[in-house]
């Protein structure tokens, strides 16, 4: 039977009874969130009115509002109505501290953090799930720690670092394990999949995201499912099935369509553009990129005008309307400026440090809890094994890394080469290598010093890193030289790509002691082919960046369309 849109209690005898149908109608609320959120929605909007209904006869039923807009804020977030949910949630956390409800106050700060995330502001972000861990660490169910390190897994994904995001997201994993919780173990396994894909893990990335998939149909969690498409679909893209990438993408439109996931929406036509621009359907791409940017600016999705505005201005360029392409990357380029300030705040390090010094806290605190099946599934023998396995992960990765770019070193670029290479040779697909070096850099270390010449080094590195894709693979070759592999990419794309990056350096400004700067570079790209050595193939991208340097350095040359020259310093 439908439960009226105007809730009276002439039917309710007492305000017990009245409390108790609206605890009903939010925790009918709740459950709906899996299988249809829209009607979710509707019940907590009805359990709302109720609480503060005038039939009431006394004040306002304080926990029935909390509870309602908590689930507002939840359906809000996923809906892509970020503003909304961010006002729902203080709004919430409000009403549970006035409450002293500690549960729900860690579950709100977890959610609050969340929000924050989503529009990109990473140091409210990481602050808030940080204050949500103190408490949640104190509480006896272990779900609002693993659901909080669920979401700071998030946070170190969208910064970049999907290593950490991999820790935090196992340990969240091994808590739903433990309360045997499918919906939560659906997102920890999706969350899982897309660190492994960041990394380049394509075999435990699929691995994960079809157990994310086996329980999102199993409890028909179409919220989950539409992120599984869309990863799915970003897969068959890099490996050049565009017709199943196509129908997946319009399978997660449809989805987002149905609940109302707006900013999955967006993501969604995205990637759709992505595929009509590689059908050479340059129009449709166009006119879906246009929607999609309409949509992001109404609901103030950043990360989806960020994404519209850089495709746009390479259509606009292919296309030779150079005014449009223009206008485009220049939105883009203050929109991507303003996001990266946020992800690569001194603050945002600081709190790093705080929560790695309370996290150690609160694995103890897992141990040692009351709960006797945690108990049981988080032994301190497991506890001590797994942290000597990540203190191994963590020495064995440093040993992978340039220490003073923190890029890949040459010696693992070569190993992480190799293995995209046999992956090439097997299915026949292309890849290139790109040799990027800097400019007559010999004279900003002989002007400012070697410091300053170290601290150029560390920017240009982490622009290449902005610049890349997941898929490809960055190494510091030695000195100023930096070594780029680009996986599925072909001759003349590759190209395409070396220009791009160098006018973007020459387009940027590098401050040294108050003196701005320009750093250039000179990039060589190299094609694999049929039988060619990894060797041979960086040494044709090298030869091609000595030819680059010789015919007047700040650009980039493919090997084989000049003609090849002996090697000479910058």
Known sequence: ????????????????????????????????????????????????????????????????????????????????????????????????????????????LRHLGGIYLSINEFNKGMSTLIKALDIARNLDDPIPMG???????????????????????????????????????????CNLAAAYKAQGEYELFYQYLERASRYADQIGYDYIRNDILRQKGQYELMLGNLDTAYKLFQESMQLSQRHGFQADEVASAIWLSEVDYRHGKLQDTIDRLLDALVRSRKNHYDEGCLRAHQKLSLVYEEMSNFKQAYDHLKVFYELEKRINLEKNDLKFKTLETVY??????????????????????????????????????????????????????????????????????????????????????????????????????????????????EVDILGRFGGEEFILLLPETPAEQSHHVAQRLCQQFADARFEVRGELVTVTISIGVAAYEDDISLDELIDRADSAMYVAKDAGRNQACLWGTCLPIEQKTA
């Open 1 to 108: 039977m439908a439960i009226s849109l105007n809730p009276t209690v002439k039917d309710v005898k007492t305000v017990t009874d009245i409390y108790e149908k609206i605890d009903s109608l939010n925790q009918r609320a709740w459950d709906l969130e899996v299988t249809d959120p829209q009607e979710g929605m509707r019940v907590t909007k009805e359990a709302f009115l109720l609480s503060t209904s005038a039939d009431l006869r006394q004040k306002y039923y304080q926990k029935g509002i909390a509870d309602s807009l908590f689930n507002q804020a939840h359906f809000n977030l996923k809906r892509g109505d970020y503003q909304l949910a961010l006002s729902q949630a203080l709004e919430t956390l409000s009403i549970y501290t006035d409450l002293k409800d500690r549960h729900r106050q860690a579950q709100t």
């Open 147 to 189: 659901e909080t390190l669920l979401n700071i897994g998030m946070a170190y994904l969208m910064a970049g670092d999907s290593i950490q995001a991999m820790i935090e997201f196992k340990k969240s994993l091994q808590i739903f394990q433990s309360r045997d919780d499918i919906r939560l173990l659906t997102y920890a396994y």
């Open 356 to 469: 790695r010094t309370q996290a150690l806290q609160s694995e103890a605190r897992i141990i040692q809890t009351k709960n006797e099946q945690l108990e049981k599934e988080i032994s301190e023998r497991k506890w001590v094994e797994e942290a000597l396995r990540q203190s191994e992960d963590k020495y064995r990765r440093m040993a992978n890394l340039d220490p003073l770019t923190a890029l890949n070193n040459r010696r693992y670029f070569y190993e992480l080469a190799l293995g995209e290479m046999r992956r090439v040779k097997r299915y026949h697909r292309p890849m290139s290598i790109l040799m990027v070096d800097l400019d007559q850099f010999k004279n900003v270390n002989d002007r400012f010093g070697h410091l300053a010449g170290d601290q150029v080094l560390q920017w240009v590195a982490q622009r290449l890193q902005d610049f890349l894709r």
